[in-house]
C-alpha cells in the first residue's frame, strides 16, 4: 500500500515513490502514456521534472504535459518542477528573480498547465541575497502559479536561513530539499555543486532533516545504476563508457560490500537488490519521498512492491553495516 506525505500548499497527497519525468527522454509516446498510466493505477501520484530536462525542442516538460492532456488533467497528481539551472554552456548561475518568473512561466506553458504543485530551486547561488529569493518566490505563489517551493542541492545551512527569512517576513517558506540519499556513499559528485545526506560526515544534516518540516526528495536512490543487477563488479572495475561515472560516485569497497549484503536479503525475501536498496532509503528515519525512473511497466509495479517491503531492524543494520 503506497504511503503519503502532505506537503503545505501542495493540494493533492504525494506520494513517497515519486517518478521522475526525465526517463520518458528514452521512450516512444505509447510506451511514456502506458507507463505513467501505470503510475498513477499503483498509487503513484508524484511526477518530478526540470525545465532544463530537454535535448532541442524535445522536453521532457512538454512530454509530461502531454500525458496530462491525454487524462484529462492533473487534479489528482502532484507536478514537482525545478528551474534556475546553470547556463549548462559556461555552468553560470541562473538564481535570480527573473529566472524564477522565466522558469516558472516556461515550465507552465510546456507543461500546460496554469499552477505547478511545487516549485525547486535545481540549484543555489550563495552569493544572493537570500530574502530576494524568498520574496520572489511567494510572489509566484501569490500569483497561482506555484502551489509550493523547495529547493534541490542546497545545505542545510542556507535552507534554514531560508526558513528564518520567512518565518521573520510572515511568508512561506521552503517545504522539501530534494538531495542524493542512497545506500551507497556518494564518494565524488557526479554533476557540479550537488549536495548528498550519505556518509558520516553529513549526520549533522541527516540530523537537521530529523528536526524539521522540510521533506527530503531523494534522487539517485539506486546510485547511478550502482545497486542494481545491471552492471557488473568487472564492468565498474574497468569503468568504460557510461559506467565511468558510475564507478567514480560510488564504487568502493564499503559500498560493494553493502550492495552484497543488499542482495543476499533480497536473494532470502525473493526481491531484487534494486528493490532492496530502494526500500533501505525509504526507511530512513526522516522519512524521505524517493525518485525513481521507472521506464516500463514492470519497473513500475517492482518499485511499488519496494515500497511496500517492510524491512526489519536486523535486516536495515546488516545491510549498511554488516
Same mark, same amino acid.
Given at each position: 500500500?503506497?504511503?503519503?506525505?502532505?506537503?503545505?500548499?501542495? %493540494?493533492?497527497?504525494?506520494?513517497?515513490?515519486?517518478?521522475?519525468?526525465?526517463?520518458?527522454?528514452?521512450? *516512444?509516446?505509447?510506451?511514456? /502514456?502506458?507507463?505513467?498510466?501505470?503510475?498513477?493505477?499503483?498509487?503513484? &501520484?508524484?511526477?518530478?521534472? #526540470?525545465?532544463?530536462?530537454?535535448?532541442?525542442?524535445?522536453?521532457?516538460?512538454?512530454?509530461?504535459?502531454?500525458?496530462?492532456?491525454?487524462?484529462?488533467?492533473?487534479?489528482?497528481i502532484v507536478v514537482i518542477a525545478k528551474g534556475c539551472h546553470p547556463d549548462i554552456s559556461d555552468w553560470g548561475s541562473r538564481v535570480s528573480p527573473d529566472a524564477i518568473v522565466e522558469d516558472i512561466d516556461k515550465s507552465r506553458q510546456q507543461i500546460g498547465i496554469d499552477r505547478l504543485d511545487l516549485w525547486m530551486f535545481h540549484?543555489?547561488?550563495?552569493?544572493?541575497?537570500?530574502?530576494?529569493?524568498? +520574496?520572489?518566490?511567494?510572489?509566484?505563489?501569490?500569483?497561482?502559479?506555484?502551489?509550493?517551493?523547495?529547493?534541490?542541492?542546497?545545505?542545510?545551512?542556507?535552507?534554514?536561513?531560508?526558513? *528564518?527569512?520567512?518565518?521573520?517576513? *510572515?511568508?512561506?517558506?521552503?517545504?522539501?530539499?530534494?538531495?542524493?540519499?542512497?545506500?551507497?556513499?556518494?564518494?565524488?559528485?557526479?554533476?557540479?555543486?550537488?549536495?548528498?545526506?550519505?556518509?558520516?560526515?553529513?549526520?549533522?544534516?541527516?540530523?537537521?532533516?530529523?528536526?524539521?518540516?522540510?521533506?527530503?526528495?531523494?534522487?539517485?536512490? /539506486?546510485?547511478?545504476?550502482?545497486?542494481?543487477?545491471?552492471?557488473?563488479? #568487472?564492468?565498474?572495475?574497468?569503468?568504460?563508457?557510461?559506467?565511468?561515472?558510475?564507478?567514480?560516485?560510488?564504487?568502493? %569497497?564499503?559500498?560493494?560490500?553493502?550492495?552484497?549484503?543488499?542482495?543476499?536479503?533480497?536473494?532470502?525475501?525473493?526481491?531484487?537488490?534494486?528493490?532492496?536498496?530502494? !526500500?533501505?532509503?525509504?526507511?530512513?528515519?526522516?522519512?524521505?519521498?524517493?525518485?525513481?525512473?521507472?521506464?516500463?511497466? +514492470?519497473?513500475?509495479?517492482?518499485?511499488? !512492491?519496494?515500497?511496500? &517491503?517492510?524491512?526489519? %531492524? !536486523?535486516?536495515?543494520?546488516?545491510?549498511?553495516?554488516?
Amino acid at each position: 500500500m503506497m504511503q503519503y506525505v502532505e506537503l503545505p500548499g501542495v %493540494d493533492a497527497p504525494v506520494s513517497r515513490v515519486v517518478q521522475g519525468a526525465i526517463s520518458l527522454f528514452a521512450l *516512444d509516446e505509447e510506451t511514456r /502514456l502506458e507507463m505513467l498510466d501505470a503510475a498513477v493505477e499503483g498509487g503513484i &501520484t508524484a511526477f518530478d521534472t #526540470a525545465v532544463n530536462y530537454a535535448f532541442g525542442d524535445i522536453s521532457v516538460d512538454a512530454m509530461l504535459g502531454r500525458w496530462i492532456s491525454h487524462r484529462g488533467g492533473c487534479e489528482d497528481i502532484v507536478v514537482i518542477a525545478k528551474g534556475c539551472h546553470p547556463d549548462i554552456s559556461d555552468w553560470g548561475s541562473r538564481v535570480s528573480p527573473d529566472a524564477i518568473v522565466e522558469d516558472i512561466d516556461k515550465s507552465r506553458q510546456q507543461i500546460g498547465i496554469d499552477r505547478l504543485d511545487l516549485w525547486m530551486f535545481h540549484r543555489d547561488d550563495p552569493d544572493v541575497e537570500i530574502g530576494i529569493l524568498v +520574496e520572489a518566490v511567494n510572489a509566484a505563489i501569490d500569483r497561482g502559479h506555484i502551489g509550493a517551493w523547495g529547493v534541490s542541492n542546497w545545505t542545510t545551512a542556507r535552507i534554514g536561513a531560508a526558513l *528564518d527569512y520567512a518565518a521573520t517576513h *510572515d511568508l512561506r517558506g521552503p517545504v522539501a530539499n530534494s538531495a542524493h540519499y542512497s545506500l551507497a556513499d556518494q564518494l565524488d559528485d557526479p554533476w557540479p555543486d550537488v549536495v548528498t545526506l550519505t556518509g558520516p560526515e553529513r549526520e549533522a544534516d541527516r540530523q537537521w532533516h530529523r528536526q524539521r518540516d522540510v521533506a527530503v526528495v531523494a534522487w539517485s536512490s /539506486l546510485a547511478g545504476g550502482f545497486l542494481s543487477e545491471r552492471i557488473s563488479r #568487472a564492468e565498474l572495475e574497468a569503468a568504460e563508457g557510461f559506467i565511468a561515472d558510475t564507478a567514480r560516485c560510488y564504487f568502493n %569497497d564499503d559500498n560493494w560490500a553493502r550492495r552484497e549484503r543488499a542482495a543476499e536479503v533480497g536473494r532470502r525475501l525473493g526481491l531484487s537488490l534494486s528493490q532492496i536498496a530502494l !526500500a533501505w532509503a525509504l526507511h530512513a528515519d526522516f522519512n524521505p519521498l524517493v525518485i525513481v525512473a521507472n521506464a516500463t511497466v +514492470e519497473e513500475v509495479d517492482e518499485n511499488i !512492491a519496494a515500497e511496500g &517491503t517492510v524491512l526489519a %531492524d !536486523a535486516d536495515l543494520d546488516y545491510i549498511f553495516s554488516g
